[in-house]
């Protein structure tokens, strides 16, 4: 599928993918109109540190720092008010959904992860937010998938983000996951250090990643949704157009909005259905061997949580201080 070149790459990208805003900057947010938009620790933590965020922290200290927690209570109370303070922020631009990650440090801890999605979702119900709004993003692991599959169960949608393979992909399917993050920019990465070469275009290997992804999901009718993530360039893109979400940042937006180059439809349903794929049946041992046996996915998921878990712990340091 092709359009006339007088419209922007970013319209176009419009036309069949939802387009979602990777930041926690709400000006870039009303320059692009995303439908979606997604944050991280590493994005938040970033937008704290920015002056005209500050009245969002304010705002929450100034209601929850005179509580009777302890110490420790009191800062991960905060830090969850802060999450949702900035996802409200987001809700009232965008007019679908935000994505509010938990705690990396539960990654490998059902019950904590499914506890904090539940009061993650509380303080968003308690504001007048409907669950159906809010994404609780998870950790791609097999702890954090069994707890998406329990939350789903109770109408809390579920991103399961840091995703580097099938095998996780398939497990997110199985457990009826609304939406999962593949990561494509960190695949490239990975790939271009461990071969010492780039890649362009269909040769990127996270663009291949993600296609065998869509193309498994709409082969066998799963429908959690698709959402290519952390992108390095904007032919990575171009390359993923169609998918059912693509979740972009501020600096190439810009460049897909600047640029009127066509665009070609690459993921379609109906071809995905003509694919020559065969079904993968897992369970924990085989979704463990395999992830393992995949040095790229295990690495990057066990890299993506200790970075994240470090942001986490400097905007708990901030936040401490500012107490």
């Known amino acids: 599928m092709s359009a006339a070149t007088t419209s922007s790459q970013l319209d176009?990208?419009?036309?069949?993918?939802?387009?979602?805003?990777?930041?926690?900057?709400?000006?870039?947010?009303?320059?692009?109109?995303?439908?979606?938009?997604?944050?991280?620790?590493?994005?938040?933590?970033?937008?704290?540190?920015?002056?005209?965020?500050?009245?969002?922290?304010?705002?929450?200290?100034?209601?929850?720092?005179?509580?009777?927690?302890?110490?420790?209570?009191?800062?991960?109370?905060?830090?969850?008010?802060?999450?949702?303070?900035?996802?409200?922020?987001?809700l009232a631009i965008v007019p679908g959904r935000v994505s509010t990650e938990t705690d990396a440090r539960l990654s490998f801890d059902t019950e904590g992860t499914i506890a904090k999605a539940r009061h993650l979702i509380a303080l968003y119900e308690a504001s007048g937010i409907s669950r159906n709004r809010v994404l609780i993003k998870i950790a791609s692991t097999w702890e954090g998938i069994k707890a998406a599959e329990v939350l789903e169960k109770e109408g809390i949608r579920c991103n399961l983000t840091l995703?580097?393979?099938?095998?996780?992909?398939?497990?997110?399917?199985?457990?009826?996951?609304?939406?999962?993050?593949?990561?494509?920019?960190?695949?490239?990465?990975?790939?271009?250090?461990?071969?010492?070469?780039?890649?362009?275009?269909?040769?990127?290997?996270?663009?291949?990643s993600v296609t065998t992804i869509y193309n498994y999901y709409k082969k066998f009718g799963y429908k959690t949704e698709v959402m290519g993530a952390s992108f390095r360039n904007t032919g990575e893109i171009t390359e993923?157009?169609?998918c059912d979400l693509l979740t972009i940042s501020p600096d190439l937006l810009a460049k897909l909005a600047a640029s009127t180059e066509p665009l070609v439809r690459k993921l379609d349903p109906a071809?995905?259905?003509?694919?020559?794929?065969?079904?993968?049946?897992?369970?924990?041992?085989?979704?463990?061997?395999?992830?393992?046996?995949?040095?790229?996915?295990?690495?990057?998921?066990?890299?993506?949580?200790r970075k994240f878990a470090v942001d986490i712990i400097k905007l708990e340091a901030f936040i401490a201080g500012l107490l």
Not at 274 to 299: H, P
């Open 271 to 305: 071809a995905a259905q003509c694919a020559d794929i065969q079904k993968v049946s897992l369970d924990e041992k085989s979704f463990r061997y395999l992830l393992n046996d995949d040095a790229m996915a295990t690495e990057k998921t066990a890299e993506g949580i």
């Open 163 to 208: 995703l580097f393979s099938l095998t996780q992909a398939i497990a997110c399917a199985e457990a009826g996951a609304q939406l999962i993050s593949p990561f494509v920019g960190r695949i490239y990465d990975w790939y271009k250090a461990a071969n010492k070469r780039d890649y362009v275009g269909a040769e990127d290997p996270g663009v291949q």
């Open 12 to 90: 176009l990208l419009k036309t069949f993918t939802k387009v979602v805003a990777d930041t926690g900057d709400f000006e870039s947010m009303r320059q692009f109109h995303p439908q979606d938009a997604t944050t991280n620790p590493s994005l938040i933590f970033q937008a704290t540190q920015k002056p005209e965020y500050r009245y969002i922290l304010d705002k929450v200290l100034a209601e929850r720092r005179n509580s009777s927690l302890s110490r420790a209570a009191q800062i991960e109370d905060i830090m969850d008010h802060v999450l949702v303070a900035f996802g409200l922020e987001i």
């Open 240 to 242: 993923l157009a169609g």
